[in-house]
């Protein structure tokens, strides 16, 4: 309470002196202390592992989707972090000790698969609310898709580029680490998406003893 005490004095005063509105700024400011704490949990985690490069091309990727596609989120930002670095430490960890080099169509085909899947499914779900960031706005959520879809292709475009000039099996890996990154962001859009974050955050409650 204190720490949020202190981030609402903050945001109080970032509000007089930018004219900004007050709930805004205090969720913006609990935003970047949940990123500062996530990337810390995240490289604790996957360095212990050896595998923290391949866990942040996951992560990154997932976190520049997950701007304007949302998505679903534990009942705190500190489960919402433990679960953030859990699964892409895992994605990581996979990547790092299971890919096989695969050929430019095959990994073409591959991210074609994902292309379709991920469109469809940013055509049925995004966006999808947060907490504390609900969307009303028609007009608002028709902008979030249109810039989803249009960070898919960039994203999709740059990452085929990259891994057919890729000239070692580190940097492949790297690519394929960032792909899981945007299918685990695919997920949390569905709503088994949301039931698995669901379950994930109701046993870190259950070690908490009803955080």
């Known amino acids: 309470m204190e720490k ?11 509000a007089h002196e930018t004219g900004k509105d007050q709930e805004v700024l205090l969720y913006a400011l609990l935003l970047v202390k949940t990123s500062i704490l996530s990337y ?32 679903a989120h534990a009942s705190h930002p500190i489960r919402c972090s ?7 430490t895992t994605v990581g960890a996979l990547v790092a000790t299971f890919y096989i080099p695969v050929g430019n169509y095959q990994f073409g085909m591959i991210l074609l698969v994902v292309f379709v899947i991920s469109s469809v499914i940013f055509y049925i779900y995004v966006p999808a609310d947060t907490p504390g960031k609900p969307i009303t706005s028609q ?11 249009s960070l898919l292709v960039v994203w999709s475009a740059a990452v085929y580029f990259l891994f057919i000039s890729a000239r070692d099996v580190f ?20 709503p088994p998406g949301y039931l698995v974050f669901d379950r994930f955050d109701t046993f870190l409650k259950l070690l908490w003893k009803g955080g």
């Open 171 to 190: 940097a492949e890996s790297l690519i394929i680490a960032s792909l899981g990154g945007l299918c685990w962001q695919v997920f949390t859009l569905t």
């Open 4 to 14: 949020k005490g202190i981030l609402s004095k903050l945001a109080r005063f970032l």
């Open 40 to 71: 810390t949990l995240l490289f604790l985690f996957s360095w212990v592992l050896g595998v923290w490069q391949w866990a942040f091309a996951a992560a990154l990727t997932a976190a520049i989707f997950r701007v304007f596609s949302g998505g």
């Open 82 to 88: 433990i679960i953030g670095a859990t699964v892409f």
């Open 139 to 149: 007009v608002q959520r028709t902008y979030l898709r249109i810039i989803s879809y």
